[in-house]
Each structure stands twice: as structure tokens, then as C-alpha cells.
């Protein structure tokens, strides 16, 4: 589990004023929950997203990693290799000539024994399923490609928890279908997923949302129950997504929907009454 409390961080900004990124915020997350963050650009979820990892330390507050305190540096290769971290920008993930060399980087620096290492490239991109990518080398690949090499890279160092901070904003739309339905294939594997996105739509397959702004959380719920507050969505400059928004504005025309979230259970919803 990881916990985090009260936590507050700040940057220095050019000024010497003093930007409260993360102010004063609080939440667990379970072991194999698939947690989203959202919110709107500046408020503070890459933040969250490094301090998770011990990249950066709370100035107040602290986080507790399966029981250990990631202000105290002792802990910190324990908690970077239980917090695996997946960024914006595939191409500054990608350090190595080939991509097996680069999958095996991570555990090459975690001091894991070479025959054990080519065994966890070698699983690490099949899930992924970029094993047939292997001997490539990774400035070949697709952007989609990179960033489920990067994954692989993560995943090569047994992480408990996978933190992807916006893992599809640099991507084409079959580059964001192919990391979402990575990212959908570990949450089944058992990995604890912790997404970090501004798409709604990306948010429909995890069990719980907490959406930020201004570095607190204003609202926490399923996907459903998030999509349910579409008036504070707006004030945040967030979207519902269009599945959500017709049935919002069919319900508003008097027609008996539910809250479908997907094109399937729209239909659902709409068969009956025209049928
Ligand atoms: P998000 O990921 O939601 O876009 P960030 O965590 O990146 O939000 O940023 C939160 C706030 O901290 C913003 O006001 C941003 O401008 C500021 N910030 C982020 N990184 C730095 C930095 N390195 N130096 C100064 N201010 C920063």
C-alpha cells in the first residue's frame, strides 16, 4: 500500500516565490488497484507522480511505500524499484542501441544476475508484446512501439506499483489504443496501475479516479460516479466524454437513460426505446 499524508510540495519559482504544486494532500493506494489522476495541465499531478517514486521528497507531510518513508534515503532503491516509473516522452526513456538492451538496463543496474536478466527481457516484452521487436533497434519503432518498450523496461525491475504519467500524450491514436491496452493487459496481469492522464476517456477502465486541481483532490469515485459531476468537470476545464455527455444531454430531453460510459452500453441503453 502506499500511503500518502498531508503531503505539500513546493518549487522555487524565478522570483523566489514559492509554487505549492502539492498542497496539503492526502490518499491510500491499494496494492493491485488501477488508480487514476486526473485534472487539468498545472495541477499537480507529475508532481504527485515523483514524489510517489522518492524523485522528489515532500517539504510537508509524508509517503510511506509498503512501509517505508520515502524521505528517508535509505529507502530510496527500495522504492525505486517498487515504484516504476513510465513518462510523457518515450524517446527519453530509451537509453540502449537495441531493445533488449535497453529492457535490460534497468535490471543491469539493479545488480540482477545476467541469467536472470535475459528471462525477465525476454517476459517483460512479451507482455508488452513487442517479444518479435527484440533485436530491433528502438529508434525503428513507432512512437506507440517505444513507449510499450518503456514499459517492458519498468516491468523488467519487478516494480509492485507502475506510475505512468501521461504515457499517451506524445502518441498517435493506434500508438495511445496500443499502451492503453498494454496498460489494460498488466492491470489483469495483477500489476498495480497508477495512471496519470487529462484524457477523460482514458480514465474509463480503472477502479477508482481522483481528480486534482490546483494540487489538491476536489473529487474521488468510480469513473461513473467522476462523470456524474459534470458541472465541476467544467470549472476545471476538464470534458465529459462524448458517450457521457450525449446521454446527458438525452437525458435532458426527457428520455429514461442511464449513465452509459462506453458505446455498448449506449446502444444498451437506446434499443429498448426504439425498439
Ligand atoms: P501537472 O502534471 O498537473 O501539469 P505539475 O505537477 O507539472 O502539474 O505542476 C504543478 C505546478 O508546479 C504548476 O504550477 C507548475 O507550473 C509548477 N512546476 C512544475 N514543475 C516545476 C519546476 N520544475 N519549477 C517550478 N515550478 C514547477
Redesign the pocket.
Known sequence: MIQIKGVTSF???LDDKK?R??DNLSLQIQQGEHLSII???????????KLLNALLVPDEGEIIVDGMCTGDENNLWDIRQRVGMVFQNPDNQIVATSVEEDVAFGPENLGVPPQEILKRVDESLDLVGMGKFKNRAPHTLSGGQKQRVAIAGVIAMLPEYLVL??PTTMLDPQGRDEVLATVDFLKKKGKSIIY?T?FMEEIIPSDRVVV?DE?RIILEGTPREIFENSSLLKEVNLDVPPIAALADALRREGLPIGRPLQVKEMVSELWPLLS
Open positions: 518549487y522555487t519559482g509554487i504544486a502539492v485534472g487539468p495541465n498545472g495541477s499537480g499531478k507529475s508532481t504527485l507522480a504519467d501521461e496519470i487529462h486534482m494540487g
